[in-house]
Structure formats: C-alpha cells, structure tokens
Nanobody, 121 residues
Framework: QVQLVESGGGLVQPGGSLRLSCAASGNILSIRNMGWYRQVPGKQRELVASITSGGSTNYADSVKGRFTISRDNAKNTMYLQMNSLKPEDTAVFCC???????????????WGQGTQVTVSS
C-alpha cells in the first residue's frame, strides 16, 4: 500500500508565503508524474502545478510566477512553494502522484488527504 501525507498548510496574510510538502511512503518502486490540485467548495478541482519525473513543470495561469513546484526523488517528496498569496488562493490543496508499486507493472494515481490553505487578513 501507498500513503501520501501533505503538510504545510495554514492561515497566512495576503502577500505571504507558504510551503506545502507531500511525502509518499509504502510499497513504492518508482514515481512518475506528480501534481498539486486545489478544491474550493462549489467549484471543480483545479490542477495548480505538475512536475514530471524528468523535472518538467507546468502551472495554472493563475499561479504562474508565484508558485514553484519541485520534487526530491530520493525522499519521494514533492513541494509547492507559494509566494505572494492572494485571498483567491484559499482552498484545500491535495497532492497526487503516479506510483508504481513493487510487484506491479503499472502506475496508479494516489491522493493525499489534503491540507487547508487560507489567505486572509
């Protein structure tokens, strides 16, 4: 089994910064693509940023220039550095990883439980 645990969320004032982490543990052989999503009640889940196994990144237009996604393959961990936060960034942030477990030939998506980010004065 595989478990993803997010951390780093919280309350921050507009213009502030937060760094989210997502650590994967368990029966992991390799991890392919990783991504951060956010969910606001009443709205569709949005892909915020993604990073491939080779390090290529992609960002939603709304966060370009403010957020930076990165990964540490040795630690099976992904990060999201969020700067210049705005009230409209308030959401539950969830991580997703495409993981191949030992004994399996395919990659399967796994989700974390989510961490709340609130941007408010």
């Amino acid at each position: 089994q595989v478990q993803l645990v997010e951390s780093g969320g919280g309350l921050v004032q507009p213009g502030g910064s937060l760094r989210l982490s997502c650590a994967a543990s368990g029966n992991i052989l390799s991890i392919r693509n990783m991504g951060w999503y956010r969910q606001v009640p009443g709205k569709q889940r949005e892909l915020v940023a993604s990073i491939t196994s080779g390090g290529s990144t992609n960002y939603a237009d709304s966060v370009k220039g403010r957020f930076t996604i990165s990964r540490d393959n040795a630690k099976n961990t992904m990060y999201l550095q969020m700067n210049s936060l705005k009230p409209e960034d308030t959401a539950v942030f969830c991580c997703n990883m495409e993981i191949r477990q030992r004994g399996s030939w395919r990659f399967e998506g796994s989700w974390g439980q989510g961490t709340q980010v609130t941007v408010s004065s």
